[in-house]
């Protein structure tokens, strides 16, 4: 695997754990009322998004044991380009029913590729 195969999946577990943060103790009514929490919450979903299409071009066989992984870069691409058409309901649901499992694998395959990552994480706190 490539050296950036890691770098990639690290990027968007990292942005993962930043939505988690952003909404941990929010409501859909407090995600549609701000726009700075909307505007965090799409920025983190536009990197993972972006890391994912690096790591499609850079390693194939990785990305595509993330099942969603096309959807996610489409995702991405929504956010960005057709940023006027965002649904919030969809953004929503995609923090409360899609990124923990996204979590899940991005981290299964970086500990594949850096079996120390988690000491490492656990020794910053």
């Given at each position: ?25 929010k ?14 919450v ?12 690096q790591l499609?071009d ?7 044991r ?50 120390d ?9």
């Open positions: 695997m490539p050296h950036k195969t890691g770098k990639y999946l690290y990027d968007a577990l990292r942005a993962a754990g930043f939505l988690v943060q952003f909404v941990q103790g409501t859909f009514a407090d995600y549609e009322a701000d726009v700075l929490l909307r505007s965090g799409e920025r983190q979903f536009e990197v993972i998004g972006e890391a994912l299409n499609a850079l390693d194939s066989a990785t990305v595509s993330i099942p969603e992984y096309q959807r996610i870069i489409s995702f991405r691409n929504r956010l960005i380009h057709g940023y006027s058409f965002v649904d919030n309901r969809v953004v929503w649901d995609m923090l409360q029913n899609r990124l923990g499992v996204l979590r899940e694998q991005a981290a299964g395959l970086l500990r594949e590729i850096d079996p990552y988690e000491k490492r994480r656990s020794d910053r706190g």
